[in-house]
């Protein structure tokens, strides 16, 4: 079983690691919090971890703004022009007041 140091560095490395326990992924998430100036983050690979995985790891985590900083700090930053973003989720979790963060450019799409 992997340990909450170990998975904050492969997450933070964009090394994508399953069947980890809520409570790890929790620690996890706290640790580089704390450790952020000290780590070294792939946001590539931190972009499609969340891409992948991010709904899994949402539901075990269950703390937005622990996540939303985890997020800020991992992955890749926008440079380009302005544009115009929708909120997007799905129908069961928008009706039970549950929002996250999925946005797209697309209105249809949200």
Not at 17 to 27: C, L, P, R
């Amino acid at each position: 079983m992997i340990d909450y140091q170990a998975l904050a560095n492969r997450f933070v490395a964009g090394i994508n690691t399953y069947d980890v326990d809520a409570k790890i992924w929790i620690s996890d998430f706290h640790y580089i919090d704390q450790h952020s100036e000290e780590l070294i983050f792939n946001h590539q690979g931190i972009h499609l971890i969340w891409t992948v995985s991010g709904g899994h790891i949402r539901n075990k985590v269950r703390n937005d703004e622990l996540i939303l900083r985890i997020l800020r700090l991992g992955l890749p930053k926008y440079k380009g022009h302005g544009f115009t973003l929708y909120r997007g989720e799905c129908k069961f979790l928008y009706e039970d007041k549950k929002l996250g963060f999925c946005w797209t450019p697309v209105r249809e799409v949200a």
